[in-house]
């Protein structure tokens, strides 16, 4: 029982709770909308998500690592100046992307209402005010290791949103309605974070421009990392749906074994999340020694944890798309074949960069991100924008010389090419992950003493001792 009680009340589980079960029920609202909307209706949800989700790390990327950074290790004072300065910069920042958004709506309007982009900038600015206070207390939170109240607040956001989707299998509203659930979701979980303070609202009058400055120096060059790595998955939604051969369909098609890329992710983010504070502290204690087991314990055990996993989803790709979509997207089984072989790469790289932000190294992890970024955009422009023609012309030199020219030929064709096009963008993840695993290394060893190859030796010892942990002890 003792032993039981220290697993449910550790950091690393309670992050995995956290990404977890908020994951789960992120995971059954998907698989609600998905069958609640038309393809292309889902389309647009998923480009105003991705494009919340992107310009959110635009908003939150200049103070969040900053702020966990530096607020583990401050007393009480410089902790409430920095809560304040927090708050204070994520509000100005907040203030000027909603204006920039109504002013490009208000001249470009009638494009962007025949895109599949209307949804967002109608209704991102409104969304980006009601999530302030829980974005907030997310960075505040993990600061302070409070993964507890951090779970209390995500579940609240997605809970409430799921209980919502539930009710409208039966009632069958539109995605207006949809949308003003979502919003007021949101805005809950928000009041609840600000009722408590865990947004630290409160501290915004202990402001001083010291903290302010400590935050944007530092979160300069973080922005640009968290812009960066957020684009490495959003540019690929970004680009399909700029397309007019894929569209909205294209990225229906395409989100569906991105959303289980994302499940796959979570126990990353999870330990992730408790090592970055870890690491950090350790260097500010100038103790590389302990960086350095931190990062071999995370990223080599991460990765021998996550290969029976990659396995198992490649095998049975089918029917886990199948579940996830349903029988309109098993064509998608593929592309999520392909991703799994990225979930191998991922540990690996998530670590570099949390290290080296956490050697005070942010410049390096976001030249790291700017290179995979580029070659991910350059990759996907040269994907989608070229290789539709070549396949579409390949179908139908196919189905001429094999005399069985059918009427819909052309629909045959089309359902081809967008699928082998979806599995090329796809592809490309790889190779910008190859790129970035090295690129992140060159940048570590020049700070301290990394060998790759302790990755995977202290990193299976890593792996075997946290299933141990978390098995059912057979003694007792």
């Not at 989100?255 to 126990?267: G, R, V």
Request: proline share 3%.
């Amino acid at each position: 029982m003792n032993r039981f009680r220290q697993i449910i009340t550790s950091n690393n589980f309670l992050s995995l709770a956290n990404n977890g079960l908020v994951a789960v029920f992120a995971f059954l609202s998907f698989i609600m909308l998905v069958r609640m909307v038309p393809q292309e209706t889902f389309g647009e949800w998923i480009l105003f998500i991705t494009a919340s989700n992107f310009l959110d790390m635009l908003r939150f990327g200049i103070t969040r690592t900053a702020l966990i950074r530096f607020l583990s290790g401050a007393h009480d004072t410089e902790a409430k100046s920095l809560m304040g300065a927090n708050n204070v910069i994520n509000l100005i920042s907040t203030i000027l992307l909603a204006l920039i958004l109504f002013v490009i709506y208000y001249f470009a309007k009638d494009t962007i209402q025949n895109s599949g982009f209307d949804l967002f900038f109608k209704w991102y600015p409104l969304l980006a005010f009601l999530t302030l206070p829980f974005n907030n207390a997310q960075s505040v939170l993990q600061a302070q290791l409070r993964f507890d109240k951090m779970l209390w607040l995500r579940l609240l956001n997605v809970g409430g949103f799921m209980l919502f989707l539930t009710a409208n299998l039966f009632l069958k509203y539109d995605i207006s309605v949809i949308l003003w659930a979502y919003l007021l979701s949101n805005l809950l979980s928000s009041m609840l974070a600000s009722a408590y303070n865990w947004d630290g609202i409160r501290f915004i009058f202990k402001t001083k421009s010291e903290a302010v400055k400590t935050i944007l120096n530092f979160g300069k060059y973080t922005t640009g990392t968290l812009i960066g790595s957020n684009l490495l998955k959003s540019s690929d939604t970004f680009i399909i749906g700029l397309s007019a051969f894929l569209g909205p369909l294209g990225v229906a098609l395409y989100s569906i074994p991105l959303k289980l890329t994302e499940i796959i992710e979570i126990p990353l983010r999870s330990f992730a999340a408790t090592a970055f504070p870890g690491m950090s502290k350790a260097s500010l204690d100038n103790n590389p020694n302990e960086v350095k087991r931190i990062f071999y314990a995370n990223a080599g055990g991460m990765t021998f944890l996550m290969i029976p996993v990659m396995i198992f989803s490649f095998i049975f790709a089918k029917e886990i798309v199948f579940i996830l979509g349903g029988s309109d997207y098993i064509i998608t089984a593929n592309i999520f074949r392909v991703f799994c072989i990225y979930g191998l790469l991922l540990p690996i790289d998530r670590f570099i960069g949390v290290a080296l932000d956490s050697i005070n190294r942010p410049k390096s992890n976001f030249y790291k991100v700017l290179y995979m970024a580029s070659a991910n955009i350059i990759g996907d422009l040269l994907v989608v924008f070229g290789l539709p023609t070549l396949i579409l012309g390949f179908s139908f030199f196919v189905l001429l010389f094999s005399g069985i020219m059918p009427d819909n030929a052309y629909d045959l064709a089309h359902g081809f090419t967008v699928i082998k096009t979806l599995e090329g963008v796809a592809f490309v993840t790889i190779l910008f992950t190859l790129t970035g695993i090295s690129i992140g290394y060159y940048y570590l060893i020049k700070t301290i003493d990394i060998k790759f190859l302790d990755i995977f030796r202290i990193g299976y010892a890593e792996g075997s001792r946290i299933i141990k942990t978390y098995l059912p002890d057979r003694k007792s």
